[in-house]
């Protein structure tokens, strides 16, 4: 069975901060997928990184795949009150593609 | 664009009742097909796939069932339910077995 990991499960921070939150496994994913999930509402995918080593910035976020294709982060520059939510990681493996989902990390931000 | 409906956004139901809990699709055809329950607004469990009319995949045991009739017409049922199926039922859609999900808005099912 393929697990996820994501660390930290809760993080409060002010607005303005940089943070990192971290998505790990033993087992290799073809590909993986990055989530944000605010209450009461289904999650919207923000971004698929595929090859080991890439980077992918979407404004103020960064996410990386790593070099094995075992974890991955998300780094948030200056975050904002809307940054605030449920960030889940969805990796891709198996001869049948599962996907298989961390737990997630609960941000908030702070005004 | 695909646009997923589901409904009823939020149900109280009391336990050993039935459940039938419905998702259409627009925008797209042949879409894979999925349900997943969300407990405590954390980590999502796949119940269900479908990859066509009448092919379902379950991935749990439980007390759930699944059926797509239709191309784009998912169903999640239950003959009776029990206090732990409490929790935010999410149906989603994916052009292939590799493709990110797209979610509808889910539904939050509190069983007493």
């Known amino acids: 069975t393929q697990l996820l990991e994501q660390s930290p499960q809760f993080l409060s921070i002010q607005e303005g901060e940089n943070l990192t939150v971290y998505c790990n496994s033993s087992?290799?994913?073809?590909?993986l997928q990055w989530y944000r999930q605010e209450p009461g509402e289904g999650p919207v995918l923000l971004v698929t990184?595929?090859?080991?080593?890439e980077v992918k910035k979407l404004k103020r976020l960064t996410f990386q795949f790593g070099d094995a294709r075992k974890d991955s982060s998300l780094h948030i520059t200056a975050a904002q009150p809307g940054d605030t939510g449920l960030y889940l990681c969805?990796?891709?493996?198996?001869?049948?593609?599962?996907?298989?989902f961390g737990k997630g990390t609960l941000l908030t931000v702070n005004p | 664009s695909q646009t997923i409906h589901q409904w009823p956004a939020t149900l109280v139901q009391p336990v050993g009742s039935p459940l039938s809990l419905e998702c259409t699709v627009e925008?797209?055809?042949?879409?894979?097909l999925y349900w997943y329950r969300q407990a405590a607004g954390r980590g999502l469990q796949l119940l269900f796939y479908?990859?066509?009319?009448?092919?379902i995949s379950s991935e749990v045991p439980q007390n759930l069932s699944a059926s797509r009739p239709q191309d784009r017409q998912f169903i999640l049922s239950s003959k009776k339910l029990l206090l732990s199926d409490s929790g935010f039922y999410l149906c989603?859609?994916?052009?292939?077995?590799?493709?990110?999900?797209?979610f509808g808005n889910g539904t939050r099912l509190t069983v007493t």
């Open positions: 969805a990796g891709v493996g198996g001869s049948n593609y599962k996907l298989t």
């Open positions: 990184v595929v090859t080991g080593g």
């Open positions: 925008g797209t055809s042949n879409p894979n």
């Open positions: 087992s290799v994913f073809s590909s």
């Open positions: 989603a859609i994916a052009t292939g077995l590799k493709s990110p999900l797209h």
């Open positions: 479908s990859v066509g009319i009448g092919q």
